[in-house]
């Protein structure tokens, strides 16, 4: 099919849909200026160690490292807007009380700043922090110092950004919500991810497997497309408005 069929093809789905879920990754918020990961060149994880940045050993080796480095991305946060993608989806989802459920594996709050308060955010938020070590009695937070993270001055357990690091469970209530609506849906749209991190990219097959169609807007190929009716390879903040807006 031409691509105009195959974007009318995707018009109609989402306008006879009952039940629609959102998977969405970095590259949703790539049009907002905000990094994905895995880009050539331009990703994080093209330019930075994950093993050094994002998992548990390595906060409680370099704690301050770490720190600076989600501080750098949180204040990063404060120069960027939802752009055109994330506001067809939270205006859709106000026109549509209960018809689509927001699966996002992004941390950058985007989607909720745009209206979608109800976002089911896997990997937690970027603007969270949390204890590292199950909090103590005595724990309470002291002014931060500077580049430090914050301390509890009594027992020294620290916080942490509440972010999900590689080898970390999902927090419980958020896949389960998520693995609802996959299984629930009558149409999953896949947004800008690559599809290589679980749990997040098997709620894709399970709405395949479960009859939904599946819809998959990227401009590049993905881990996902063997499962997918529909691959538009267009950007998500120009693609999603006129797909959704006409419903
Ligand atoms: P990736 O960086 O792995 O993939 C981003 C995807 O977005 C790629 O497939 C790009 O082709 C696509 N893309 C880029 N620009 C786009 C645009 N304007 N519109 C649509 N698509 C675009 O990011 P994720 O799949 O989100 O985990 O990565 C998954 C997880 O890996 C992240 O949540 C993060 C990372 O480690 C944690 O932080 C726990």
Redesign the pocket.
Known sequence: MADEALRSQVRQWIAEAPRIAVLT????S??SGVP????ALT?L?ARFN?EEL?TETAFRAHPQRVWAWYAHRRAALVQVAPNAGHLALAGFALRHPGRLTLIT???DDLHQRAGLVDTIAL?GSLLDDRWLDPPRTCCHIEPIQDGEPPSCPVCGNLRRPS???FGESLPSAALAAAEAAAHDCDLMLV???????YP?AGLAFTAHQHGARVAI????P?DLDPVADVCLRE???QSLPPLLETS
């Open positions: 990754g970095a590259g949703m790539a049009e994905t990961f895995r880009d990703g994880w994950p994002a594996q992004n941390v990997h972010v999900v690091w947004v800008g991810t690559s599809g290589v991190v997040a807007i990227n401009p590049e993905s950007l998500a903040a």
